[in-house]
């Protein structure tokens, strides 16, 4: 596999949304790869959660990267986090 970069923008957005770079390379890895916009992917991954997020339980995260790939890195550009 390629090296993984995250953007300046990937790494606040991973803070905000409460994800870490360990679950979006995992996501990367072992999750489902979709076409996006402008030639990119996303990939879709839920894992157990069991916590509270914002005052509110959840048992699943998703964690969706979106990723540039180039000849020689995959670049995420954002990641969203959807608790379930």
Known sequence: ???VRLTNHARE????RGTNLEEIIDTIITGNRQPAKNSRYKYQATFQY????????????????????TDTELVVI???TFYL
């Open 1 to 3: 596999m390629k090296p």
């Open 13 to 16: 957005q991973a803070i905000e």
């Open 50 to 69: 069991n916590n509270d997020w914002q005052g509110r339980f959840y048992s699943l995260k998703k964690v969706v990267p979106i990723v540039a790939e």
């Open 78 to 80: 954002t990641v969203y």
